[in-house]
C-alpha cells in the first residue's frame, strides 16, 4: 500500500488557483502541516491536492490551517 501524499500549493499571481503541481512535491502528512504553517504565517493562501486515502483529522487540521482541499 502506498503511502498518502499531499501538495502544498501557494496562490500567486502566476497560479492563482493553486492548481499547477508539476514542480510540488508530494509529501508525507508531517511535513504537509509543517508547509501549510509556514506559508500560513506568512500570509499566504495556499491548495491542498491529497493522494491516497487520509483521515478526517489531517482534513480537519489542514483546513484550520486554512488550506483549500481538492
Do not use: C, N
Request: no cysteine; net charge negative; aromatic share 6%.
Amino acid at each position: 500500500m502506498m503511502a498518502t501524499t499531499f501538495q502544498v500549493i501557494s496562490l500567486s499571481s502566476l497560479d492563482p488557483d493553486g492548481r499547477d503541481t508539476r514542480d510540488e512535491p508530494k509529501l508525507l502528512y508531517p511535513d504537509a502541516v509543517k508547509t501549510a504553517q509556514e506559508l500560513r504565517s506568512q500570509g499566504k493562501a495556499f491548495r491542498v491536492f491529497i493522494d491516497g486515502v487520509h483521515t478526517e483529522q489531517q482534513m480537519r487540521s489542514l483546513r484550520d490551517l486554512g488550506a483549500l482541499i481538492d
